[in-house]
Structures are given as structure tokens and as C-alpha cells.
């Protein structure tokens, strides 16, 4: 039983270029979440999905964008990575709304 | 808007002694609240919960938590701490949707 599966674990990027963040899990869990951590700082939430099909923002979605089109994959993309995207990026699922997070190992991504 | 605040940075004791790491909480209605924890290079793992009923919850590794609604307060505390208790540990508060609003973290270390 795998969990959350983030791929890659790191990565650089130039200024300008495009990525795209993996995210799969195992656990059939319709609630799947994508985090970014800033050093000295909580978690903050990017963009949520509630099932296949269905993707909102969260706090700080600006530069990112996301597809839930099978339970198990939610990617995170970048358009045109900025510095200010430097970052540690957690993908998150839950069984239900108030169920407790399960995270990834987490994408650690540096834009220069 | 709802809110965490973990007014510590680092806490620091020494092993086998009591530890408490503080959490405090602003929502409208009743709370859910989590504590997580999270080692070096790795995602969040959940500790604990409090969703309805007991004051006192307990979690993984030992830990527990005393919810306290006069005091809008959710510390998480251990009898005796051990050195692989050290860590970066998280309180959230669920807010709609199942989204959930972390503080900045406490880094805890315990020392032998």
C-alpha cells in the first residue's frame, strides 16, 4: 500500500519554464489536496478536488493549475515558473471531508 | 475567518521530562481540530484529532491533546518526552469543504 506518490522529489527550474507535479494515490480517497510550504511557515492550500472532474481554488492558486480526471491523479502545473514559486509542494488526501490528511513525501522545486 | 496560532517557534526539553506544545484556535461553530507532525525530508503524518466529545484525545507515539473551548485552546502534551520525539509539528483547523488552515509550525527538540 503506497499512499500518496509525489513525483519528482526535487527539481530546478529557469525562470519562465513550465513543469508539471505529479500526484497519485491508492487509497481511492475522492478528497485530494496540493500544499505549498514556505520555510517558518504553514501549509498553504493551492487548489482542492472534491472527486474526479471537480478542482477549486484554495488560498494561493495564481501561476498554478490542476486536472482530477481519474480518482486516483491529481497533477499540479506550473505555466511559467517565477522565483516566488521556490518552494516544497504536498499533495494531500482525505476519505472524507473531515477525515484526517494523508500526505506525499513532498516535491521540493526551486526556480532561479 | 477561521485561524490557527501556535505562538512558539521551538520548544526544547530534556528527555524524559513532560512536554507541551501550544495551539490556539479561532472558527465559527464547533471546531475540528488536528495536530501533525512532520520529520525532515518527509510529508505531514496525523497524530491526532478532536472532532466531538472528551476533552482529553489521545493520538499515536503517546501523544494526547486537551482541548479547551473557554480558552479556544487545543495543546498537544506527552508525559516524557523521548529524543525521536524531535520534529516540526503542526496544529489545523478544518474549515469548509474539508480544507484545512495550518499554524506555522513549533519545532520541537528534545534533548538527551
Known amino acids: 500500500n503506497a499512499g500518496v506518490t509525489q513525483t519528482p522529489k526535487f527539481r530546478i527550474l529557469k525562470i519562465g519554464q513550465s513543469m508539471t507535479l505529479q500526484c497519485t494515490q491508492d487509497m481511492n480517497h475522492n478528497y485530494m489536496y496540493w500544499y505549498r510550504q514556505d520555510p517558518g511557515m504553514g501549509l498553504k492550500l493551492i487548489y482542492y478536488s472534491v472527486g474526479a472532474g471537480i478542482t477549486d481554488k484554495g488560498e494561493v492558486p495564481n501561476g498554478y493549475n490542476v486536472s482530477r480526471s481519474t480518482t486516483e491523479d491529481f497533477p499540479l502545473r506550473l505555466e511559467l515558473a517565477a522565483p516566488s514559486q521556490t518552494s516544497v509542494y504536498f499533495c494531500a488526501s482525505s476519505y472524507t471531508p473531515n477525515s484526517p490528511l494523508h500526505f506525499g513525501n513532498g516535491t521540493r522545486l526551486t526556480v532561479t | 475567518a477561521q485561524s490557527v496560532a501556535q505562538p512558539e517557534d521551538q520548544v526544547n526539553v530534556a528527555e524524559g521530562n513532560p512536554l507541551t506544545v501550544k495551539c490556539t484556535y479561532s472558527v465559527s461553530g464547533n471546531p475540528y481540530l488536528f495536530w501533525y507532525v512532520q520529520y525532515p525530508n518527509r510529508g505531514l503524518q496525523f497524530l491526532l484529532k478532536?472532532?466531538?466529545?472528551?476533552?482529553l484525545v489521545k493520538g499515536s507515539y503517546g501523544f494526547e491533546a486537551e482541548f479547551n473551548k473557554s480558552q479556544t485552546s487545543f495543546h498537544l502534551k506527552k508525559p516524557s518526552a523521548l529524543v525521536s520525539d524531535s520534529a516540526l509539528y503542526f496544529c489545523?483547523?478544518?474549515?469548509?469543504?474539508?480544507?484545512?488552515?495550518f499554524g506555522d509550525g513549533t519545532t520541537l527538540t528534545v534533548k538527551p
Open positions: 478532536y472532532i466531538t466529545g472528551d476533552n
Open positions: 489545523a483547523v478544518l474549515t469548509n469543504a474539508g480544507k484545512s488552515t
